[in-house]
């Protein structure tokens, strides 16, 4: 079983990187294939917390060899600043690979990020405003700048002039801000290049070769499924592709390299920006899980709009990823509820929908139907095994797993590395 694929199944957050980082341990390859510095993984090991955003989550697993593959926008700036900051830390990121065909975020995509989004206004997407949506709109623009383009200073001068002739008048005449020069944009992108140079190659050759090998490789993606930008609540959405098709374009391996899909699910739900929100609780409640779970954003400490797990999104991220497996998070969170509502379906204009609507009013507008199960008071951190956990608690994971169509092959129960439940190997 080499090719894993791990995937959030929600709106992000939901522990991919704890879930990246168990497999990791046991993987030789580990890949990013999407987003940028605007989202976060957070591993815990022993009493250790790492906060990371470009980097793989392979990076902490000692022989693992992290790749950023060509899907992921690059911040230079900030990725060196992971990377010190593991250093500082005993983190050996000497084996780190980096695509050629990656494309960087320059500073003028962070400046147009920021200004689009406040003149947006109430229309706003709910950006990090971290140039992630202008770099990949450069990319499909064809006026994008890629790392290769780092080692040829002239082709590099020539790709800024191009791309800045048409945002510097936006900017100007649009925005009332200052134009950018070429020189100071150039000056930026070539700070660390000589840097990143040993770390750049051909990673899908890599890649390739290493499944020829039968090398364990786990594809590790950024934000989730419902932040896809096809598949996901646009225009509410990331500006790459969240989803299991994201591995093969995001890392340049072919679809029938995979062997297996895995979506991350929270025992809840939770979303950060603007965007429709079915389960969404504004009481109590809502603000019990936010604070139980410590749901803020890893990258920008923004509070999360927390709800019920819903089992319609869950079934359509199994349906457009093709998963094989759950990995259920958070379960502990729960834990001292009386009771736990689950959505099943959805009421729109009186009409009942089990599968996820098709027009994104619909979608907008939906009213949860929901079935209540009974919960737990017992401290389930240190279950390791399934039965360990109180009957109620097995009742909602087997309840869940049933509404979702996806079996749960690992639950975790704490924060820990070691707080997990292994009910299927994922990489049997």
Known sequence: ???????????????????????????????KFNGGNNAGHTVVI???????????????????TPVIGNGVVIDIEVLFQEIDALIARGVDVSRLL??????????????????TERFLGSRKI???????????????????????????????????????????????KVFNRRAITVDE???NLLMFAERLRPMVTDTSLVINRALDDGKIVVFEAGQATMLDVDHGTY??????????GGACTGSGVGPTRIDRVVGVVKAYATRVGEGPFPTELLDDMGEFLRVTGGEYGVTTGRSRRCGWYDAVVARYAGRVNGLTDFVLTKLDVLTGLPTIPVCVAYDVDGVRHDEMP??????????????EFDGWTEDITGARVFEDLPLNAQNYVLALEKMSGTRMSSIGVGP????TIVRHDLLD
């Open 1 to 31: 079983m080499p090719a894993v694929v791990v995937i959030g199944a929600q709106w992000g957050d939901e522990g991919k990187g704890k879930a990246t980082d168990q497999l990791g341990s046991r993987a030789d390859y580990v890949v």
């Open 46 to 64: 022993g009493t250790e917390k790492y906060a990371l955003h470009l980097l793989p989550s392979g990076i902490l697993s000692p022989g693992v």
């Open 98 to 115: 980096v695509s050629s065909d990656a494309h960087l975020i320059a500073p003028y995509n962070r400046t147009l990020d920021k200004v």
């Open 126 to 172: 709910g950006t990090t405003g971290r140039g992630i949506g202008p770099t990949y709109a450069d990319k499909i623009s064809r006026v994008g700048i890629r790392v290769q383009d780092l080692f040829d200073e002239n082709i590099l001068r020539q790709k800024v002039a191009g791309a800045l002739d048409q945002k510097n008048q936006l900017l100007v």
């Open 185 to 187: 944009t150039v000056e």
């Open 235 to 244: 225009p509410f959405v990331t500006s790459s592709n969240a989803t299991a």
């Open 358 to 371: 098709a027009d994104q009013s619909d979608f907008h507008h939906a009213t949860p139907i929901y079935e």
């Open 416 to 419: 820990d590395r070691e707080a």
